[in-house]
């Protein structure tokens, strides 16, 4: 395989990104999404593993700065919710370069955490994307922040902010309370109509609750059986994927994200792998 670092025309500057093409013919592209804030390999590499993986696969990759991050340009004003639009289009413009460069080929995309939201949204929305493998996908995105800024309860918010057991366990017991918010349902149900959904966490990770669980299920159970088989839940045998803290955690989430995306794509033709 070869790797290919690009400038991508976007508004007034570019974003980074790196393309990894195998020999051969392609049968897909995948465009690698970190969370807000993380350069384009991820943390400790995960996402330029992941490629190398998918290269052997026979399938093509790009990785991405977002705007303000690593070697892309502009500044980050500020991370929330609201940028998912713009992230988005960031994305597009990127697989958009990577696909006229490395042929017209379908699409999927792998996201973590806020970059979830965007591979889910890209599954949902982007011509020729057959499917999202979404890691530690926030569905209830402000809940923690709404209830650490509530100036009623200073004191005590301060003492959870101090301690991390029981700020995971509050944490935890406000997404019990709340469960998805509408823009994860919307985007997991048009996703889900288009293409194939893949969602991964560790055993203990707070992006997923008993609450979130039983509303995917009621969610997926709403949809007409075709629809429903498209959708995937898997809790790897890690404590947390969050932070990819292990070389077990990064290893077994690389290995089930490339085979599902192997199983995806449609082999290589004889004429195509000629061309």
Same mark, same amino acid.
């Given at each position: 395989?070869?790797? $290919?670092?690009?400038?991508?025309? $976007?508004?007034?500057?570019?974003?980074?990104?790196?393309?990894?093409?195998?020999?051969? /013919?392609?049968?897909?592209?995948?465009?690698?999404?970190?969370?807000?804030?993380?350069? #384009?390999?991820?943390?400790?590499?995960?996402?330029?593993?992941?490629?190398?993986?998918?290269? %052997?696969?026979?399938?093509? *990759?790009?990785?991405?700065?977002?705007?303000?991050?690593?070697?892309? *340009?502009?500044?980050?004003?500020?991370?929330?919710?609201?940028? !998912?639009?713009?992230?988005?289009?960031?994305?597009?413009?990127?697989?958009?370069?990577?696909?006229?460069?490395?042929?017209?080929?379908?699409?999927?995309?792998?996201?973590?955490?806020?970059?979830?939201?965007?591979? =889910?949204?890209?599954?949902? !929305? *982007?011509?020729?994307?057959?499917?999202?493998?979404?890691?530690?996908?926030?569905?209830?995105?402000?809940? %923690?922040?709404?209830?650490? #800024?509530? %100036?009623?309860?200073?004191?005590?918010?301060?003492?959870? #902010?101090?301690?991390?057991?029981?700020?995971?366990?509050?944490?935890?017991?406000?997404?019990?309370?709340?469960?998805?918010?509408?823009?994860?349902?919307?985007?997991?149900?048009?996703?889900?109509? %288009?293409?194939?959904?893949?969602?991964?966490?560790?055993?203990? &990770?707070?992006?997923?609750?008993?609450?979130?669980?039983?509303?995917?299920?009621?969610?997926?159970?709403?949809?007409?059986?075709?629809?429903?088989?498209?959708?995937?839940?898997?809790?790897?045998?890690?404590?947390? =994927?969050?932070?990819? &803290?292990?070389? !077990?955690?990064?290893? #077994?989430?690389?290995? !089930?994200?490339?085979? /599902?995306?192997?199983?995806?794509?449609?082999?290589?033709?004889?004429?195509?792998?000629?061309?």
């Amino acid at each position: 395989m070869t790797e $290919h670092p690009v400038f991508v025309p $976007h508004g007034d500057g570019h974003l980074a990104a790196v393309v990894t093409v195998p020999d051969g /013919w392609p049968r897909g592209l995948v465009a690698l999404l970190p969370g807000i804030g993380a350069g #384009r390999a991820h943390r400790f590499q995960v996402w330029a593993l992941t490629a190398r993986e998918l290269g %052997r696969r026979g399938i093509a *990759s790009v990785r991405i700065d977002w705007e303000g991050v690593g070697d892309s *340009s502009g500044d980050v004003d500020a991370w929330g919710w609201g940028v !998912e639009r713009s992230l988005f289009a960031q994305a597009n413009a990127v697989v958009d370069v990577a696909r006229r460069a490395v042929g017209d080929v379908p699409t999927a995309a792998t996201g973590n955490c806020s970059g979830a939201r965007i591979a =889910m949204l890209m599954g949902a !929305e *982007s011509p020729g994307c057959l499917g999202s493998v979404c890691l530690l996908l926030p569905m209830v995105p402000s809940s %923690r922040q709404q209830v650490l #800024r509530r %100036r009623s309860a200073r004191g005590v918010l301060a003492a959870v #902010r101090r301690n991390a057991l029981v700020r995971r366990v509050v944490v935890r017991r406000i997404k019990d309370r709340t469960g998805m918010d509408e823009v994860a349902k919307t985007a997991i149900a048009r996703t889900l109509e %288009r293409g194939r959904l893949l969602l991964l966490y560790g055993q203990d &990770d707070q992006a997923l609750s008993g609450r979130t669980r039983e509303q995917m299920g009621d969610l997926v159970g709403g949809l007409s059986q075709e629809t429903a088989s498209r959708y995937e839940l898997r809790t790897l045998p890690v404590s947390r =994927m969050a932070g990819f &803290d292990s070389l !077990e955690t990064q290893r #077994r989430a690389i290995d !089930e994200i490339v085979d /599902w995306l192997d199983g995806i794509f449609p082999e290589a033709t004889a004429a195509a792998a000629s061309a």
